[in-house]
């Protein structure tokens, strides 16, 4: 049994292999840069808008209102489109993981790990863009330069459980599913392909909340800053 | 028994013995955090929203101490380095 669809080898040209994660990743991300062209491709301020414009403004109004909840203010706006192409892509490669022969590239570790390397680049990267780089270092000694190891390694391990925790809920239900269907192949794995669908989601929700509480947290941080040194 | 039979064994008990005992703490810790939450919930329903966000998150970061021991039976049942080895070294010396 296959724990991974990287040993899926689905084309092979010399040294050059593609695997089934590269493979069905490319398809999430043609699949959603198809939907938002066709949705936005006729957009206008003004006169009467297509239904999947409407949809799509209505999925990113949502993102936008958690992420300004989280983020406490507007000041979340400017991390809107790294956390919302992470909800969506997480969640579209998750939701169809109904369609029979597909491989969620979420149930790869190679995936989860690229996406939580990701959210631990844009960490630093939204906190220095705040506030410099000289404020963000400032963090790593405080309150005493003894802490430094312990921050550094609560970013590395908080990335780590971010990978492991998306490619284990993922792997799992689809093991489940697969399990399932050699003990009680009628009835059962359907009820556990929906409670899938709804893990998906949750994990979808909870990886992008995640990326987004420690992006808010690295921006929070600058903020306090200076009413720390005033007193 | 040769060395074989031993690494099999003590790989499916290893594996049961991690995912057993490491259910049972993320499990009294979820049922905690979520009966904390319902309780929060029903004394201010006004913050329903923030409470429920909270707890999603907490219950994520506590459900991932599980999530580990899972990765690691289903590593040692499937995908088990030392019985790989250890078949590695049968096949390579040509056979049982």
């Known amino acids: ?231 | 028994m040769d060395s074989s039979t031993w690494i099999g064994i003590t790989s499916i008990a290893a594996s049961a013995i991690c995912m057993g005992i490491g259910a049972v703490g993320p499990a009294l810790g979820e049922a905690r955090a979520l009966g904390q939450a319902l309780s929060s919930i029903a004394q201010q329903p006004d913050e329903a929203g923030s409470i429920s966000r909270t707890l999603f998150i907490g219950l994520a970061m506590i459900e991932s101490i599980a999530i580990y021991c899972f990765v690691i039976s289903i590593i040692l049942i499937f995908a088990n380095p030392f019985w790989n080895h250890t078949i590695e070294k049968i096949v390579g010396n040509g056979g049982v």
Request: glycine share 6%; hydrophobic share 60%.
């Open chain 1, 1 to 231: 049994m296959e724990i991974t669809p990287d040993h899926l080898v689905l084309w092979r040209w010399g040294f050059l292999q593609l695997n089934a994660t590269v493979i069905f990743t490319w398809a999430v991300m043609l699949l959603l840069v198809l939907a938002a062209w066709l949705a936005t491709r006729k957009i206008a301020v003004e006169g009467p808008r297509s239904a999947w414009a409407t949809a799509l403004e209505a999925i990113v109004a949502g993102i936008r209102n958690q992420v300004r909840e989280i983020s406490g203010g507007l000041q979340g706006d400017a991390c809107l489109p790294f956390v919302g192409t992470l909800f969506l892509f997480i969640l579209v490669s998750n939701e169809l993981d109904m369609v029979p022969g597909w491989h969620a590239p979420t149930g790869s570790l190679s995936t989860t790990a690229a996406l939580a390397i990701c959210v631990a680049v844009a960490v630093p990267f939204f906190g220095i863009r705040k506030a410099g780089l000289k404020g963000y270092l400032h963090h790593y000694l405080s309150p005493t330069a003894f802490m430094a190891p312990f921050h550094i390694v609560s970013e590395i391990s908080r990335t780590l459980a971010l990978a492991v925790r998306l490619f284990g809920n993922i792997m799992s239900g689809s093991m489940v599913v697969a399990i399932l269907l050699a003990l009680a192949p009628l009835f059962f794995p359907v009820l556990m392909q929906v409670l899938g669908l709804l893990i998906g989601l949750i994990q979808a929700y909870i990886f992008a909340v995640l990326a987004m509480v420690y992006i808010a947290a690295a921006i929070r941080r600058q903020e306090d800053l200076p009413q720390e040194q005033k007193q």
